[in-house]
């Protein structure tokens, strides 16, 4: 690979997700303390996975059909660094929402126009995208210890409001400005029809797909429990307003050691019993965080995030690549994407706000029977996966199990 070429592609990806994760893992906490209800917050972490649903049927088909993908990249994070610096300094739930939706709309389609734009571009993408958008979780962790900085030194708390929105929108002007040197990248002009992932529905007649399905919808919905709260919830057990961006990033760092770990995992123990780990994974980590003490091993306990994340979300899109037919393999990665971060976060946001209020008397808000939720309905989804689950030789051609 072209190392100029490379070095690009990484800084774009590190930048990419910097942006959301200057805001995702705290932000939740600051409206909390502006006097959100948990409803309130479920509905704005509700709006990413909203614009996610949408993002086919927008910007996606600018880029496939009348814009270069990197001029696209460069009008959409520059709106959308304007969109944040308007919240930034907002506190009413009324002009909040309105304006994350409007962010959420621009920034959502980015995902994929980064990804298309690699694929595009890379010789060998099959062997070289994860060395590229590994520094994407890289960019999520930066920023996380950066923002830590910028509060124990007071400069970003200057300025009032949202830290993490004022620090997002910087991020976005930079990458906007950065996109213009990405390389060209033309409209395909295929005219592929965005509703083209409902053709994997097919799938859904062979009942272990059906399974999987299914208890992918349910586990994505209470990943929520982890993004939403997870912030305010660490501190009701001492974690500092300043060290919380660093401390949240444990979790990605977890993330990139088990990433790195996968392909050892896949050939020992294979798709389902390496999903059945991830699975279990969360109603362990849920233990943790609803008994909540010692300090220490809720700190430690966020770990398991790389286990949670990556041996459920990226095995299942392992395992999608590998069951689905030639034909409709581009749908069916669509599909589970539609089902678990699109749907799934959607009401798992919503649901883990409603839980969050139904828990809360006054001020107080009781962490263990929240996260007991989420610990339950985890734990029996691994029951359920376990017991109903098993993997098939399929055929590449027809997407139909050789029985």
């Known amino acids: 690979m072209n190392q100029g070429l490379r070095w690009r592609l990484s800084v774009m990806m590190f930048l990419q997700y910097s942006i959301w ?16 209800s948990g409803t309130q917050i479920g509905v704005i972490y509700s709006l990413l996975p909203v614009a996610c649903m949408l993002a086919p049927f927008t910007a996606g088909q600018l880029a496939d059909r009348y814009f270069s993908t990197e001029k696209l990249l460069a009008v959409l994070h520059l709106l959308g660094g304007i969109v944040l610096l308007f919240a930034a300094s907002i506190t009413d739930y009324g002009k909040m929402w309105p304006l994350i939706l409007a962010w959420s709309i621009v920034y959502a389609p980015t995902l994929a126009l980064t990804n298309s734009l690699c694929f595009h571009h890379l010789p060998e993408a099959e062997k070289q995208f994860g060395l590229v958008r590994v520094w994407g979780t890289i960019g999520w962790i930066a920023v996380g210890w950066g923002l830590t900085g910028l509060r124990s030194s007071g400069l970003i708390t200057s300025f009032g409001g949202a830290d993490s929105l004022w620090l997002g929108a910087a991020l976005s002007f930079v990458l906007a400005a950065f996109s213009l040197a990405l390389p060209h990248t033309p409209p395909a002009k295929t005219g592929d029809n965005p509703w083209a ?3 994997a529905f097919k799938l859904l007649k062979d009942p272990q797909f059906a399974i999987f399905i299914i208890i992918s919808f349910v586990v994505s919905t209470e990943l929520q429990f982890y993004y939403v709260l997870t912030a305010p919830f660490l501190k009701t057990v001492g974690v500092s307003d300043e060290g919380m961006p660093m401390i949240m990033t444990i979790a990605q760092i977890a993330e990139i050691g088990t990433m790195l770990a996968l392909p050892l995992m896949l050939a020992k123990w294979g798709i389902r019993k390496t999903m059945v780990i991830g699975i279990l994974a969360w109603p362990l980590r849920y233990a943790v965080f609803a008994y909540g003490q010692p300090r220490a091993l809720v700190i430690a306990s966020l770990a398991l995030h790389g286990l949670c994340y ?5 095995v299942s899109q392992i395992y999608v690549n590998e069951v689905a037919g030639a034909d409709i393999r581009a749908s069916a990665q669509g599909l589970i994407t539609f089902v678990t971060l699109g749907a799934g976060l959607y009401i798992g946001s919503l649901f883990a706000g409603y839980i969050k209020d139904v828990f809360t008397t006054g001020a ?8 007991m939720v989420p610990l339950v309905l985890t734990l029996l989804c691994a029951v359920v996966f376990t017991l109903t689950f098993r993997e098939r030789t399929w055929s590449k051609v027809e997407a139909q199990p050789v029985r």
């Not at 805001?23 to 006097?35: A, D, I, K, M, T």
């Not at 990556?310 to 990226?314: A, P, Q, R, S």
């Open 21 to 36: 994760g200057a805001w995702n893992p705290v932000f939740s906490s600051y409206l909390e303390q502006l006097g959100y």
């Open 197 to 199: 992932f409902l053709s």
């Open 310 to 314: 990556v041996c459920f979300f990226t």
């Open 364 to 371: 107080e808000v009781n962490y263990t029977m929240v996260f």
